[in-house]
């Protein structure tokens, strides 16, 4: 007779889980004793996090580099409690997460009861879906359904809270389903329609200034081979939004790096030009789109191709709006315009897009000769580590340094809270990531500010023998804030600047990592290759002048258009 | 009654957190609901139906289609030129109009309607309705 704990293990082991990343306590502790067998046969790994908000990240890293949900678990009350933020980070950036959380037992529920929190009252408006459980013959069905939740549609995080009482039942015979059964439920559709392929087909083949936006569903659906193919018939430029940075190759010539509000400013000014957009894959979020306004008055022909339907319509006009499955949509798509057979010559303005990116790179790619530029930071990495290894960011400058400069050259190998901005995230996400793909080199790019949120993870990664390498931008202050203060708040710095603590490299040997601090990029490349031979993680610290500014910005509140992409303390 | 749309939605309920989570939709969006009505509509599968009137302001759209896709909810109805007739049960016999009391019932029908645009999991369908 199957305890309920057995059955939640047994049903995770079912849809092939194999990494469990979590906290043990009160209420979730007879899980980990029904896994106890499974973790030393080998069959599961626990990997023990130091908060649960890192349990979640990793859990995240672990689903963006795999494209398999990663689960996470955390006991009742403040363990459940502190998985909110990397929760909400995954939805936000529609990633797979199965979380299970303990609650206190039926009957002590809603009696404030020792580490009690309304789970669900949390919990189910900030993921895709939260269930909890009322029953042990509920288990199967329960967790079949929150990885079928979790990773069909828009993928996103789902809960499944379980009173402890339940993991200690019985029940004689388990009922294990063949399929999710999830009332109330359905996957979007994808609508193959002729008639609007042969539109779009005719739009794109007819249009003089073609861009094809791309966003993350090109990631979740694995389209980037006929994103590529579509792109090199039309010879049309190629723009991201920020996490969709993922899904090109951005050393592809079509490609001009990622729009928005930090993004390139050829990036905004080929999609502001345009006359024919495609969006692939993307919600049109506010960081990428600044002003919908912009964009409705420039009356360009929008086609868009979406999973979720609904995203069509909260922004601007769409004149064919296509939905379903990127790749699927995409493959129609390429036939249609196949069938045209039409060729235009485009080269004129491939060459505008071009010669904007050239102008625009004499004010990216500058020097001095007494701080390190992050660029070139960026570009040293980028030429040390494989052209496969896994990046991940935390939330700052220098996730905007990465936004603009690094280059990403495989599918899934960029990971970055975008969507909620979660300082925190590029540590334990890297450690999830590392854990999905050990054959990767997994970088962490991260702040100062926002590596100290999640640092103390380095005591995980040591103890289990992840090695991921974090690069800290250290700038001893929230760069991208006080960026804010500077330019835009009369120079009024407050609350921002860092002391001289912590020591990076005393940090990370505290920990038993490795620790190098990198004042040269010629001591970064070396540092970068003595990393990656260690089997322990390591900290390389990059100092980073204060007053080095994230450009291009925009002010608060402004157009895609109005995009600052010169030091204005300079011309001033 | 205060001016609004009438909507109706149809979902499966597990527990109370299914009510909170319709009436959240439309919080979080900062739409007010000025009235609702709730009701089991199958014992067995536990579909449950929403009557609500909600503010016609500009998010209303959006809450909309965010419930539309919103696991447990079967479908949402906007229910287009719907006015919310008052009546009054005293306990003994049913008339039009609010009538405050001891023990009274009062409570709406929604009414007139002429159109109505159904959301579900990205489809949209609408139906005109021709008769009131």
Redesign the interface.
Known sequence: MPKGSRIIVDALKREGVKVIFGIPGLSNMYMYDAFYEDVNNGELRHILMKHEQAAAHAADGFARASGFPGVCTATSGPGATNLVTGLITAYWDSSPVVAITGQVPRSSIGKMAFQEADV??IM??IT?????I?NIREIPLWIKNAFY?ASSGRPGPVVVDIPRDIMLESIDNVEWPDKPY????????TVIDPVKLKRAAELLVESEKPVILVGTGVIWSMATKEVLELAEMLMAPMVSTFPGKSAIPNDHPLYFGSMGYYGRVEANKAVLESDVLLIVGSRLSDRTFTSYNEIEELKKKIIMINI???DS??AFTIDIAM?GDAKIILRELIKAVSLIAKKKDRSGWYRKVKEWQEYYSKFYYTEDHYSMKPWKILKVIRNTIPRDAIVTTGVGEHQMWAEVFWEVLEPRTFLSSTGMGTMGFGFPAAIGAKVARPDKVVVDLDGDGSFLMTGNNLATAVDEKIPVISVIFDNRTLGLVRQVQELFLGNRIVGVDFGPSPDFVKYAESFGAAGFNAETYEELEKALKEAMTLDIPSVIRVPVPREELALPTLPPGAKLSQAIVSDPRKSS | MIQGKVVRVLGYYRDPAFIEKVVGTFRKLWVDIYWMSVRRVDDKTNLYEIYLLAADVPNFKTAILNLSKTVEIEKVEVLEGAKLLEYTFDGLKITEGKREGNGNYVFFIPANINKIITYSWGEKSEQDILRQ
């Open positions: 669900v009252g189910q408006h895709k879906y939260t269930i909890q009322k939740v999830v009332p109330g439920y359905r996957e979007f559709r979720d339907p609904t319509e909260k939905y």
